[in-house]
């Protein structure tokens, strides 16, 4: 199957969020994008009803270890909503709180507690995503990968299956790489 270009995710990703990505304002850093991207990611991931304690109770994107995002993952949240969920992003400090989100950004300082973290969010509904070599073998989700100056990412379609997610076939498709049920 034919990957489509990159120029055309961030194309999708841009009609999704234009104040990031506007002709007017400066280039966005590696990290306004990936904050852009953990919210779209949201946007194209099915989560079971009962990932939700109520129909309105907030949608958790969770960061656990030293954030690399700065404010940029709390001014993309600001004032956001999914589904009628208002967005909330929590800065996780146990493992017990992993469950608790539904989208998990792993820090590259986790990287020694990555087999528990993974083991800890496998609990429960939770998208994993990091940015660390192996992460998907590891039995993550979402990896992200810079080419150049780009964002790409890999996607882990066994992984999130196993945690009862749904990836739409519009995000796989853009995927640099997806790794599914027996592929390796």
């Given at each position: 199957?034919?990957?489509?270009?990159?120029?055309?995710l961030?194309?999708c990703?841009?009609?999704?969020?234009?104040?990031v990505?506007?002709?007017?304002?400066?280039?966005?850093?590696?990290?306004?994008?990936?904050?852009?991207?953990?919210?779209?990611?949201?946007?194209f991931?099915?989560w079971?009803?009962?990932?939700?304690?109520?129909?309105t109770?907030?949608?958790?994107?969770?960061?656990?270890?030293?954030?690399?995002?700065?404010?940029?993952?709390?001014?993309?949240a600001?004032?956001?909503?999914?589904n009628?969920?208002?967005?909330?992003i929590?800065?996780v400090?146990?493992?017990s709180?992993?469950r608790?989100?539904h989208i998990?950004?792993?820090?590259?300082?986790?990287?020694?507690?990555?087999?528990?973290i993974?083991?800890?969010?496998?609990?429960?509904?939770?998208?994993?995503v990091?940015?660390?070599?192996?992460?998907?073998?590891?039995?993550g989700?979402?990896?992200?990968?810079?080419?150049?100056?780009?964002?790409?990412f890999d996607?882990?379609?066994?992984?999130?299956k196993?945690?009862g997610?749904?990836?739409?076939?519009?995000l796989l498709?853009v995927?640099?790489?997806?790794?599914?049920?027996g592929?390796?």
């Amino acid at each position: 199957m034919r990957r489509k270009p990159f120029f055309e995710l961030l194309t999708c990703f841009a009609l999704l969020a234009p104040s990031v990505l506007s002709a007017e304002e400066p280039q966005p850093s590696e990290y306004e994008l990936k904050a852009v991207f953990l919210y779209n990611f949201a946007k194209f991931v099915e989560w079971p009803q009962e990932s939700f304690a109520s129909p309105t109770a907030p949608f958790t994107v969770g960061v656990v270890g030293q954030s690399p995002f700065g404010g940029e993952l709390d001014r993309t949240a600001q004032n956001k909503t999914l589904n009628g969920h208002p967005l909330a992003i929590k800065y996780v400090r146990t493992l017990s709180e992993i469950r608790a989100c539904h989208i998990l950004f792993i820090c590259a300082s986790e990287r020694k507690r990555l087999a528990d973290i993974l083991k800890s969010a496998s609990a429960g509904n939770v998208l994993t995503v990091a940015e660390t070599d192996r992460f998907l073998q590891a039995g993550g989700m979402i990896r992200f990968v810079m080419e150049g100056n780009k964002v790409r990412f890999d996607i882990n379609d066994e992984a999130a299956k196993n945690a009862g997610l749904h990836i739409s076939s519009k995000l796989l498709s853009v995927a640099r790489h997806v790794e599914t049920a027996g592929a390796k």
